[in-house]
């Protein structure tokens, strides 16, 4: 008996990736044979670490493929052919609508991603959605086999790590630095985060900036829109894109960052949030697919996107030192729920239901 995860893409500190070598860890130490297998596969990666699926081995039928759902490929229906049990994992696909007018190709992958959700809603056993609202995404499409919610394994251990002195240094000179964490992508909806920012800094606080961490590969059209805004509200200097960054940039981000601001429109989990909450950042986020869940009571959650209002709620966080302490002390409960011992557990009594 074996438990093989199969995926289309993984890269070194994508959130997927990173729940998928999770997973690998923990069925090794449970002493079953396991391997990763994916069509594409990062350079960055450890040697040896996942195989191209033109290895995949052949499997017996009380074998158990775990496949990780979450963009559009010919992977998604070959899967399902496969004689074994077959276990879903939903991370969520954004719809290729927020996309299209920046970048057709991935529009076009994300919609044929949910399409192929139609057409394999019967050839899995099981799912596991990282959120309870990604269950109910796959109820509300046809699928009938049995579903549990698994959080994305998150190895909070690495975030204690030493963070880029570079940007204590550049970052931590006394100014309010507020911190969005995500690629650029349209469905975050960096442009309001932005538009908030502006109210901040122009009304409130000119001692402060917006750092907006990510990658906005792919996505360079909204790129160019976000800046020429940025731009135009005379915010050319305050508004920071970082790029691609490190880990260890990341880390350093994180660390210089007094509140951190979301206003994504579309998500299946929410890493950040979590990433935030360890670092005893104070929240504020836009309520969306599957914000509020993610955060569950803690940070402050906004019913509606108005940038004055978000611009007023960070200056009350910030000049309260009370109403910041409970807040963090909220932030830091929820976080416990997330906990990787807490989540291993769960996935490991999943498993041992799937191999009997």
């Not at 449970?30 to 391997?35: E, H």
């Not at 070959?78 to 190709?105: Q, R």
């Not at 709620?313 to 906990?339: C, G």
């Amino acid at each position: 008996m074996a438990v093989y995860q199969m995926m289309p893409t993984i890269t070194f500190g994508d959130g997927v990736s990173n729940d998928a070598l999770a997973m690998d860890v923990i069925l090794r130490d449970m002493g079953i044979k396991t391997g990763i297998f994916a069509q594409n596969i990062g350079e960055r990666l450890p040697a040896n670490t996942v195989k191209n699926v033109s290895h995949f081995p052949k499997v017996l039928k009380d074998d158990v493929i775990i496949y990780h759902f979450s963009t559009g490929t010919e992977l998604n229906t070959k899967v399902t052919e496969y004689d074994c049990k077959k276990v879903m994992v939903y991370h969520n696909i954004t719809p290729g609508d927020f996309f299209l007018p920046y970048n057709a190709d991935a529009a076009n992958l994300c919609n044929s991603g949910r399409n192929d959700l139609k057409t394999v809603k019967a050839g899995f056993d099981h799912c596991i959605g990282v959120s309870e609202y990604n269950c109910l995404e796959l109820k509300q499409i046809g699928f009938q086999c049995d579903m549990d919610v698994l959080p994305i394994i998150i190895p909070f251990a690495d975030y204690d790590k030493k963070p880029d002195d570079r940007i204590l240094k550049k970052y931590g000179d006394g100014k309010v630095n507020l911190l969005f964490t995500g690629r650029i992508a349209p469905n975050k909806c960096q442009e309001d985060v932005i538009g908030s920012f502006y109210f901040y800094h122009k009304y409130i606080n000119q001692e402060s900036r917006l750092i907006l961490n990510g990658s906005y590969e792919g996505m360079e059209k909204y790129y160019d829109r976000l800046k020429r805004y940025a731009s135009g509200l005379g915010l050319e200097e305050d508004v920071i894109f970082t790029g691609k960054t490190s880990f260890a940039e990341v880390l350093g981000y994180y660390s210089v960052a007094n509140a951190f601001i979301c206003m994504s429109e579309h998500e299946g989990f929410c890493i950040p949030l979590l990433e935030a909450m360890h670092f005893n950042v104070p929240v504020i986020a836009y309520d969306s697919s599957a914000v509020g869940e993610t955060l569950g009571g803690a940070g402050i959650l906004l019913k509606e996107k108005d940038p004055q209002v978000t611009a007023e709620w960070i200056d009350m966080i910030l000049s309260n030192d009370d109403l910041k302490t409970k807040l963090l002390k909220k932030q830091k409960e929820r976080l416990e729920y997330f906990s990787e011992d807490k989540t291993e557990r769960k996935f490991q009594v999943l498993i041992r239901g799937f191999v009997g």
